[in-house]
């Protein structure tokens, strides 16, 4: 392959393993650590793409699912709009999974052969199947930024064996998605196509996913063949899935850190605010996590206090904000009296308002721990933040 | 009484009937014809109260319920906030309703006597008292700008004896308000005080409201009485509960040239694009309704070309916005098919999107209307609008 790369990755500085970054894909640049907001159906629930352009939000790169996309509206309906970004009207960078984690998700539904996976559809029954060249396909057809390998997620308790087994087919796929997605950038069937994109290649870039469970040995036997293969990225995957925290840490500990320092870490569908600012400490760069989001619809706002129920009735009659030290237009606008009254309620409001308050809460962390890596201040801010965190969480 | 008005209007410029005014309260100037958002539950469903201010938009006034807002949060919680201004996070001009309507449409739940309304809560089974005093004392602690009095809304088809002998009792509750209200005003019980209002009293208005359900005489008989008692504005109720069409023409044609000419006339709970237009042809000057948001959250969209389903297969694959010559951020930046997608996966955005397009369509038909007034095109302006509707309506 000769393409140039449609990706670039720069460390600006370091702090222990923590790192400040940018990552440059041909919609433009995006500060490191990033949260990325989960945009399932290809909207990021509750809230308007206006409000994460925002300055309290400005998110830089929100996710898509290739499953639920697929499915509904389906890709004929996203290729006729002129790719995802053009269906759902949103110019910033956009990230899509491989549909392998939805799929593994489905449980009975499905039944995994070296080909790929066949399942039946959750909405309507219907049978389908998805492979690394279908999902590279798909992701091509939806045109995002940054494309995953179709991969096989390995429950969280399965025994060394069965582990291996499902992460050697995870390495089989990742060289077959890769195969795949080359031909198809060559081809030109990408729909996402920006000629303008300059240094960049105008095309996709492509991640691939370590798996292995929490069997340390097969982690580092997936990083090793991982970047065997070569891609723009390196993601952790199967991870948050049920496992206990601790051994989620004891993997990121071992792996992160061993992932190529001139590529962007990716620690897939993680997690807290905790997690978070842990996991950055360990070295990873990007996070994304449907916490904020469903949360915020299920009445639990994030603050830098800890987490808050607004069902409680001790809120009742709280004129103060959410969060007292958050300057986000929610905060400076309503009180917690109001927001329990909207949940009471059953307004949409009450999801409206404290999505955008927790997303913006996620990305002002992301940014603190940014600007902390660069000031050499990063300990002490991530002291600072745990503390906090237990301030008065409920 | 000595006190100053609490609210001034002004009409600007008349063209036949329809009149163009400036309804000033001691929150600020509103340009009339206005169409006011209702806001029921201290929210108007769906969207913030930025979109509110924002220039797509820029509603002055917007309603709320006595009758919700008294059931839950409770007056207490709104007190405690400093009143609903305060509580829900908006400066500018609220109209509260008196909880009348709500009350009747409570149907076999409510017995009505001279004192007032018994009735069980719709929340819990409550019983609960409603009367003249209570509403004015209710709406007095929500600190609306405009208070409306408490009445009685008669059957649509109620025989002509039944009809006055509610039409009497509301006048008799209208006196009754009025005593109360000025009680409370000078009292200075309202929460909701402005004392930098300037030429306004910094206190609250009130409204009365003219009933006789289709019997012109008892409309008649119902505006002089009202009149006779004397407020800062006049509305006409009881219309849009399930009369004809032509009924309701009927009597706004009959009723509202007759109002008086120096007071802002409001016609409460109509109606469609339509009905604003052809109310102010008859020289009505305020409207409030929850067409634009109760549709906007079952799919469907008020256009310049007639009413649209968003659920309808034809959108599937359609990449114009909703309104061709709509400016709203929403038809600036989705598609039909986007919308289509959206409603039909059930994600909040798309009542979201559509409330908000809705809203913009109906402010800125009233914003139209008002501007055809002042250059003296109004004719031309509702002849093309009604064309116009008519041209691809579903």
Redesign the interface.
Known sequence: MNKRPALRFEVEAQDGEARAGVLTTRRGPIETPVFMPVGT???V??????ELESSDLDARIILGNTYHLWL??GI??IK??GGLHR???WDRTLLTDSGGFQVWSLGALRKITEEGTEFKSHLDGSPRFLSPAVSMEIQAALGSDIVMVFDECAPGKGSHEQTERSMQLSTRWAQRSKITFDRLQTDGADTGRVPEAGGLSGCQALFGIVQGAGHLDLRRQSLEQTVEIGFDGYAIGGLSVGEEKSLMFEVIDEIAPKMPKDSARYLMGVGTPEDLVESVARGVDMFDCVLPTRNGRTGQAFTSRGKLNIKNAQW??D?RPLDESCPC?VCR???R??L???Y??G???A???LTHHNLAFFLDTMRGVRQSIRSGDFPKFRREFTERLSANGE
């Not at 629930?45 to 206006?50: A, P, S, T, W």
């Open positions: 159906a290809g909207t629930k509750g809230i308007r793409f206006e509904r509206p004929d309906v006729s709009a269906f759902i009207g009742a009659q004129n237009s606008r309503h009180t009296a109001y329990r009254h909207l009471m309620s307004e949409m409001l999801s409206i308002l």
